[in-house]
């Protein structure tokens, strides 16, 4: 079946530093959304990209999908402490979400 | 967005009962599903809720243990029968809206 595989597992960064998360698919997506996760709480819909070679930003949030609708990337600019938590990718292929294993931040101050 | 609430929020359990967690949105959706997100892991989709006929279940995932009921286009219930200490996890329910899912605030299970 398809499989998204996300890296690093794991980050922790200085407060300022920047932090990047990458996803690939085994398959062509149809579009490719990205989920945070604080601790203790919920995956929270954060965007969704649909286009080859999109990039979107949400403050210092950047987001890119690849050229061939196979690979992302999140990346944040100068981390704050408030960034902290588990940031996950989720592939749709026909009508199923498929997640990532998701990239744990943690942001020292 | 929908907003999802899910009862209960959090529960210990004995082992060998059976919960049901229920899944209420303030507004009509075709597609509600129900993942799993076990300590540590990522989210893993046990089934697709279909109003009015059986859950479409995911590889791994059976009817006997995880029965689901639908019974209209703002309401589910997911069932974790017969639980052990391996059904301890978050299960979330989720509603398809376009393309993109949203998240209830899950039921974090723990069975002892």
């Known amino acids: 079946g398809q499989q998204v595989m996300q890296i690093p597992q794991y980050q922790h960064v200085q407060e300022g530093e920047d932090f990047t998360t990458y996803c690939n698919s085994s398959?062509?997506?149809?579009?490719i959304q990205w989920y945070k996760q604080r601790p203790g709480g919920h995956p929270v819909f954060l965007i969704q990209l649909v286009k080859s070679g999109e990039v979107k930003k949400q403050k210092r949030l950047t987001f890119q999908f690849g050229e061939a609708k196979k690979n992302s990337s999140l990346h944040i600019t100068a981390t704050q402490t408030t960034d902290v938590g588990t940031y996950f990718c989720a592939g749709m292929a026909g009508n199923k979400l498929v997640f990532g294993a998701g990239t744990i931040l943690r942001v020292k101050s | 967005s929908a907003v999802i609430s899910q009862k209960p929020s959090r529960d210990i359990c004995q082992r060998g009962t059976s919960l049901t967690i229920q899944c209420q949105v303030d507004?009509?959706?075709?597609?509600m599903f129900w993942y799993r997100q076990q300590p540590g892991q990522s989210l893993t989709l046990i089934a697709t809720?279909?109003?009015?006929?059986?859950?479409?279940?995911e590889s791994g995932f059976v009817i006997d243990k995880f029965p689901i009921s639908r019974p209209n286009l703002t309401f589910s219930t997911l069932t974790v029968s017969n639980m052990s200490p391996e059904d301890s996890s978050i299960y979330l329910c989720?509603?398809?809206?376009?393309?993109?899912?949203?998240f209830g605030e899950g039921s974090w299970l723990t069975v002892v």
């Open positions: 809720a279909n109003q009015g006929s059986e859950a479409t279940y």
């Open positions: 398959t062509t997506l149809s579009n």
């Open positions: 989720s509603v398809g809206q376009g393309n993109t899912i949203y």
């Open positions: 507004s009509q959706v075709t597609m």
